[in-house]
């Protein structure tokens, strides 16, 4: 998940991180090199010295060692300490063959006599003195040899804490200005590269951050110096257009969708609309025929009464489908009861049985809105219908609660084709030559918060679609 | 005087033989010694100058770091003269004769010190055994045979009483060996410990005096007895004994801390030959 953390991070951070680490890690590296070169000429200043201090008092003590003159050796040493510079020799002590102290810079570290060997503890030769371990003093031993034969040794003192502090100084300056450096570079990274992916930023800002449709880029955004960012707008700018043309086109389809609808109930409609006027024709000439029969009369009137208002009830629901404003009327149960009624011809007209449920309870159809659910209700139910064969079933069922409603549609027809289940339960591109009714039906239920769910088995589709309670429309 | 004057190295040496070279026949030769003298240019030129302003004849002073190299050029007379010690001018009694004895302190006496160092509670001799001892010079009076002696009265000897002992040949080495630690304790002139004490109060400070010999006879100037007679040193030893007449003289003898050079007769060393006789040392 961190990883997808970092990956979610503005590239202009991401670059900036990236130089920064780059920065560092070459800090590292030319930093390790700059000490180790400091540490090589700190080694081989401090070896001369040593070499010339033990070469120096070599020469000056070997007769002295020699002979065993303890005054002459410190006599030497002394004169050695006086006129050294600095204050690096911290103690000098001087043996004889038998590891006795001959003398001393100091005898009273040092006395006459005593054993050499504590002293010479950890001391490295001459070639070996490093001041690179960190301690603040090194020893080193060096044989004392007159005419090439050894009758003594050296062991010295020598204070490196000035070679130390030089070196942790150094340390801490590099550290000190690569981390300077690092976030200098790192800074102007960043302000670089966001200058640079200006143009980007301003396309993805325009690619549907807001509203979710591509917005075209104003000319006067569109730089006229930078030839490939000018023409990489351009085509934006085109596309966007193409996408909002198509999506425009979608919208007038899905309008022009309630129509269809009725074109396709045209036929059935027409029959139920042309079935009760012979019997009303019928019921006009009897009254004709029978005026002096009140009971006839009053009879036929009835009749015409109840032709016609079955007429109006259709042409109501015809006009009701047709109505352009019904986005802000609330679900009820005329609406199931107009549906019923410019269904339900098309089922007798195919020989169908039309299975249709109870109209729940009050209460709980209100909290959906009209249009969209009957264009959701009646699209899937002429989808059934078709799909369902001369003499076959179609099932609406519907189940409503506090929770939500689901409209459940089946048919015992061959089953939905893979275009028709695209165009039902996925945002896939509509292929050329289908219907747009199941995609209509779709993006209707996800406007509402809905789900379509498809289920095919024993030669039977249902598709259900559940649709979460909304608020009062 | 100040400490520089007073106090040298070797260098003064190298400075010393070179008009040897250029020597005229009728120079005045005078041989000394850094173990007592341990001075610099400053004040071996005004000795120099002094003397030779009295004799009105050049003098020139020769050096050599022991006392048995000086003696040995007075008796084979490379020098018409030198400023030796008494014990050694008693070992060579028969070839040597006075030709004058300084005076220190209205005296021509002076001590010997037994010195340790400032925080050792060492009260004498007894107490420094089996520790490192250091002697000036093995023909020193204060700075060898006071102590030699005082060992051979309990029947010991250097060798065997101290753990190790050192010539620094130098009164003032004596001084800086104990006082830098690398001795316990030494033997030395305290002559040179008292005129050290004034000029370089800071190294004397470092040290304490664990015990004093007797009075006894200061440091001569002798010639070989053969040429005491000749006109050249006879010169010299009035010149001599006639320093603190002249202005240059009373300047030499002031950075010496000295008052004059009187004459003195060999019993003036009585004491230090009871001592050689101690060690089994005879005239």
């Not at chain 1, 107009?338 to 109870?358: A, C, H, K, M």
Request: charged residues 25%.
């Amino acid at each position: 998940m961190r990883h997808r953390g970092v990956a979610n991070w503005p590239i202009t951070i991401r670059v900036a991180l990236a130089t920064a680490a780059l920065m560092i890690l070459l800090g590292l590296v030319a930093s390790q090199q700059v000490l180790s070169r400091l540490g090589k000429l700190q080694d081989e200043r401090l070896r001369e010295f040593a070499r010339l201090h033990v070469e120096g008092l070599a020469v000056a003590l070997g007769p002295f060692v020699l002979h065993k003159d303890v005054w002459e050796v410190y006599e030497t040493l002394d004169r050695a300490r006086a006129n050294s510079t600095g204050q690096r020799i911290l103690l000098t002590v001087v043996g004889d063959e038998r590891g006795q102290v001959l003398a001393a810079t100091d005898p009273i570290r040092a006395p006459v006599d005593s054993s050499i060997r504590r002293f010479a503890e950890g001391a490295v030769s001459v070639s070996e003195v490093t001041a690179g371990n960190g301690a603040p003093v090194v020893k080193i031993a060096a044989p004392l040899s007159v005419q090439g034969r050894e009758v003594g040794r050296v062991v010295t003192e020598l204070d490196v804490s000035d070679l130390v502090a030089q070196r942790r100084t150094t340390t801490v300056a590099l550290l000190a200005a690569n981390a300077v450096a690092t976030f200098v570079i790192a800074l102007a990274g960043y302000f670089v590269v966001a200058r640079m992916l200006k143009p980007i930023t301003l396309l993805a800002s325009h690619m549907g951050e807001a509203g979710g449709a591509p917005q075209p880029i104003p000319e006067a955004s569109i730089p006229k110096s930078d030839t490939v960012v000018g023409r990489l707008f351009r085509n934006f700018n085109e596309m966007a257009g193409a996408i909002k043309s198509r999506s425009d086109a979608e919208r007038r389809l899905a309008e022009r969708e309630r129509f269809v609808s009725l074109g396709r109930l045209s036929s059935s409609l027409a029959h139920e609309i042309n079935n009760p006027l012979g019997g009303l024709l019928n019921a006009a000439d009897t009254i004709r025929t029978y005026a002096e029969r009140p009971e006839v009369v009053q009879q036929s009137a009835e009749l015409l009464d109840r032709g016609l208002k079955h007429l109006r009830d259709v042409s109501r629901a015809i006009l009701e489908e047709n109505r352009l404003d019904r986005s802000g009327r609330p679900l009820s149960a005329t609406d199931l009861d107009d549906l019923r009624l410019l269904f339900e011809p098309e089922t007798s007209r195919q020989g169908q049985v039309l299975e249709w449920p109870p109209t729940p309870s009050s209460g709980l159809l209100e909290r959906y809105p009209s249009a969209p659910v009957r264009q959701i209700a009646l699209n899937l139910l002429l989808n059934a219908s078709s799909a369902a064969p001369e003499g076959g079933n179609v099932v609406f069922r519907l189940r409503a609660d506090q929770e939500g409603i689901a409209l459940i549609v089946a048919d015992d027809g061959p089953g939905l084709s893979d275009a028709d289940l695209a165009r039902l339960m996925s945002a896939a591109p509509v292929a050329p030559g289908g219907g747009v009714g199941l995609r209509l039906v779709r993006d209707l239920v996800c406007g509402l918060g809905g789900v379509v769910q498809h289920h095919r088995a024993d030669g039977r589709t249902t598709i259900t679609v559940d649709l979460p309670a909304l608020g009062v429309m | 005087m100040d400490r520089r004057r007073f106090l040298g190295g070797f260098g003064a040496s190298g400075f010393l033989c070179a008009p040897a070279l250029t020597r005229a026949a009728t120079t005045f030769r005078l041989g000394l010694t850094p173990v007592f003298l341990d001075n610099d240019a400053v004040v071996i030129d005004q000795l120099r100058s002094a003397l030779s302003d009295a004799m009105e004849t050049p003098v020139e002073l020769i050096q050599r770091k022991t006392y048995q190299e000086i003696t040995a050029t007075l008796l084979d007379g490379s020098v018409d003269a030198a400023w030796i010690c008494g014990f050694p001018f008693l070992q060579h009694r028969d070839r040597l004769s006075l030709l004058g004895v300084p005076e220190w302190h209205g005296r021509p006496l002076y001590q010997s010190y037994l010195i340790v160092s400032a925080e050792d509670a060492a009260a004498g001799l007894a107490d420094l055994r089996g520790s490192v001892h250091a002697f000036s010079d093995p023909d020193s009076n204060s700075g060898f045979l006071v102590t030699a002696s005082d060992l051979a009265r309990i029947g010991e000897t250097p060798e065997r009483f101290f753990s190790r002992a050192i010539y620094t040949y130098g009164h003032r080495n004596v001084v800086r060996a104990v006082a830098g630690g690398l001795t316990r304790s030494g033997s030395v002139d305290g002559y040179v410990w008292e005129t050290l004490a004034i000029v370089e109060p800071e190294l004397t400070a470092r040290t304490r005096i664990a015990s004093r010999s007797e009075w006894l006879g200061f440091p001569p100037f002798a010639s070989r007895s053969d040429r005491i007679a000749t006109p050249e040193v006879e010169r010299f030893g009035r010149a001599l004994r006639s320093l603190e007449q002249t202005l240059a003289g009373r300047e030499a003898l002031g950075l010496l801390f000295l008052d004059r050079i009187v004459e003195a007769a060999p019993s003036l060393f009585d004491g230090i030959a009871r001592r050689m006789a101690e060690v089994g040392l005879s005239e």
